[in-house]
């Protein structure tokens, strides 16, 4: 079945370090891919996605690019800063899986000031 | 605002004792889920519904219903909760048709079951 693996935390890194969380999957047919952020005490918030190989998914300076030969959805960011601590989770949707969505296990990110 | 809306927000109960948790999106979306995050498993999806009157189970559904009467809402039902049903819980849904779109999530339920 379909699945979803990233690379486990924590990740800590001084402000305006470079950001790289990585993401892998399995899936049959053609799935999209998602970022998801949660901040602590709040519920995930869609950060970006892709929906077809080659797509980079953009926001808030984070980009992600659905790379269909490696089976990758890497998360990067130049510049973190300190508002962007919080835990980042992978997922996919769509493909053979239909509407449901696999998360990955996610990935805590600290930014020290 | 576009937005899912859970209540309550953090619920104490005793094992045993009835409770729902609502959920309600003013976003006209068709597809709504429940997942339950716990430390070191993830989210794992408890049951969905891809419209009104229509639910089906997830991957941990046991201990759970739901039900759909109206687009907009998605309540989950604990008949007898037990301890190890302590848990985050979120709702969410997305728009309909369309595996490609995201989910909009509701902020949370914190559940100690005691």
Redesign the interface.
């Known amino acids: 079945g379909n699945s979803v693996t990233q690379m486990e935390g924590p990740v800590t890194l001084s402000e305006e370090a470079f950001l790289t969380i990585n993401c892998t999957y399995t899936a049959t047919g053609y799935?999209?891919l998602?970022w998801?952020v949660q901040y602590p005490g709040?519920?995930?918030?869609?950060l970006l996605?892709a929906?077809k190989a080659d797509d980079k998914g953009s926001n808030k300076g984070f980009e992600a690019t659905y790379r269909k030969e490696t089976t990758s959805f890497h998360l990067e960011k130049g510049s973190v800063q300190v508002s962007d601590s919080a835990v980042y989770?992978c997922?996919l949707?769509?493909g053979a899986g239909?509407?449901?969505?696999i998360?990955?296990?996610?990935t805590r990110l600290f930014v020290k000031a | 605002e576009a937005q899912v809306t859970q209540n309550p927000r953090y619920l104490i109960t005793v094992t045993g004792k009835k409770l729902t948790v609502t959920c309600s999106q003013n976003m006209n979306h068709e597809y709504m889920s429940w997942y339950r995050q716990d430390p070191g498993l993830g989210l794992r999806q408890i049951y969905y519904s891809m419209n009104v009157e229509v639910t089906d189970k997830g991957d941990v559904p046991e201990g759970y219903k739901v039900s759909r009467k109206e687009k907009r809402n998605f309540p989950l039902i604990l008949e007898s909760p037990s301890p190890n049903q302590t848990s985050l819980y979120f709702c969410a849904s997305s728009p309909p048709g369309q595996p490609r779109s995201g989910y909009t999530f509701g902020s949370g339920t914190r559940l100690t079951v005691v």
Request: hydrophobic share 35%; charged share 15%; proline share 4%.
């Open positions: 799935p999209s998602f998801y709040e519920g995930l918030q869609l996605k929906t989770f997922a949707r769509g239909g509407f449901k969505t998360f990955g296990a996610g």
